[in-house]
């Protein structure tokens, strides 16, 4: 299926490393690269408005399939007017497929080669989910990106349950894109394989035959440890193609972001920033911040002094204050600030890179965070 509406451009690559400077152009909105895109599980991104979402500078947001289609309903959200129009967001979407809740509601799930089914974590109802029904779900939502239905395993997991799951994500993925009928939306495709750069390759080879809109990177961030994570990064990113975007799903630690970057990764997605407002913690150059803890109490200074941000003049003491208080604004204005510290952080890094100086920028970043820059030896950047 054709779709109108669609481009993405490579405008430059650091000649010192793979981290990549994009633009992917959708029917609603031109998203610059490298990019984050805030989670809204439910058509929302949690405590936040459509304007104050793109206040904090994301161009893009993630919608969950799973959860929508149990509640309200994809027919529901069709007959408002699609997903854009049903949470009030004229900017580009993309949904996840629901392969992600294989994983997290993997006690509540069983798989077979036709579908995956599952208990609602709602009401207790028996929901099967094939690859036809989640392209289905996905169009009635209206998204502008849909992730085709993949198979993913918690790590650690035996060589035998991780060949399995990447060889059903690639029969999986010929289904989605049969199933496609919608022009005014693009897929992705995911590369599963656990840790196995042997099977990833092979799973590359096989999506790039398919001939999708942009690829992902799955399957990391469940269990891994963060160099093991890297590694897998390094050896998947040569396997997709160089003139599509790479989306890595679920990984949100910012300095896992750069790292990513720097191998050529264009997209992300995380609940970190929000869930962790949300939680009393904000993320800054000098690395998280507890707001709750006593320290706090009577500090008149920002969270980042000179932070572009509309709420930067909201001092510690009184955000402190809000969580103490049990005041919804504290996780609104925390989950708002990270959100943009992310923004902020994606848009900095698109700067580095058209300078060629990436590898820097990572390494102060990485320096600021307390992190050990040797840990770059093993990442090719």
């Known amino acids: 299926m054709a779709s109108s509406g669609f481009h993405f451009e490579l405008l430059h690559v650091d000649r010192h490393c793979g981290a990549r400077l994009g633009k992917l152009t959708t029917p609603h909105g031109v998203i610059q690269l490298p990019t984050f895109m805030p989670v809204g599980t439910n058509g929302t991104v949690k405590g ?63 798989i077979s080669e036709e579908s995956a089914v599952f208990k609602s974590h ?26 085709v239905l993949d198979h993913v395993v918690p790590l650690p997991a035996s060589d035998v349950q991780i060949r399995e799951a990447c060889e059903r994500t690639v029969r999986w993925a010929k289904r989605c894109r049969a199933a496609a009928s919608r022009s005014s939306q693009v897929q992705f495709g995911i590369a599963q394989g656990g840790l196995d750069v042997d099977l990833r390759r092979w799973c590359c080879d096989r999506l790039r035959e ?20 890297y590694a897998t990064i390094a050896a998947t990113c040569p396997h997709l193609p160089t003139e599509k975007p790479r989306y890595l799903m679920g990984v949100g630690r910012p ?25 009393g913690l904000a993320f800054t150059d000098a690395g998280p911040l507890r707001i ?15 932070f572009d941000s509309p ?32 923004a ?17 920028f990572l390494r102060e970043k990485l320096s600021g965070w307390g992190e050990d820059s040797c840990e770059l030896a093993a990442t090719n950047v």
């Open 344 to 360: 902020q952080l994606m848009k900095s890094a698109r700067e580095a890179i058209g300078n060629d100086c990436f590898r820097d």
């Open 311 to 342: 709420h930067s003049h909201v001092s510690r003491g009184y955000l402190r204050h809000l969580f103490m208080a049990d005041e919804m604004l504290g996780p609104i204005l925390l989950s708002f600030h990270n959100l943009r510290y992310y």
């Open 292 to 306: 709750r803890n006593q320290i706090h109490q009577v500090d008149s200074r920002p969270l980042i002094e000179n």
């Open 255 to 279: 300095q896992d972001l750069l790292i990513a970057i720097g191998m050529g990764v264009d997209m992300f997605d995380c609940v970190m920033p929000t869930r962790n407002g949300r939680n």
């Open 48 to 110: 936040l408005t459509a304007p104050m979402i793109e206040q904090t500078g994301a161009e893009i947001v993630l919608g969950n399939t799973y959860h929508l289609a149990l509640r309200p309903g994809e027919k529901t959200i069709e007959q408002l007017g699609g997903l854009h129009a049903f949470m009030s967001w004229n900017r580009p979407i993309l949904t996840d497929s629901g392969g992600f809740q294989i994983f997290s509601l993997a006690e509540k799930t069983r």
């Open 210 to 229: 398919l001939d999708f809109f942009g690829y992902a990177i799955g399957g990391l961030s469940v269990g891994e440890k963060p160099q093991q994570m």
């Open 122 to 147: 709602v009401d207790g109802s028996t929901i099967e989910l094939t690859p036809e029904h989640s392209v289905k779900i996905q169009e009635s939502l209206g998204s502008d990106i849909a992730m």
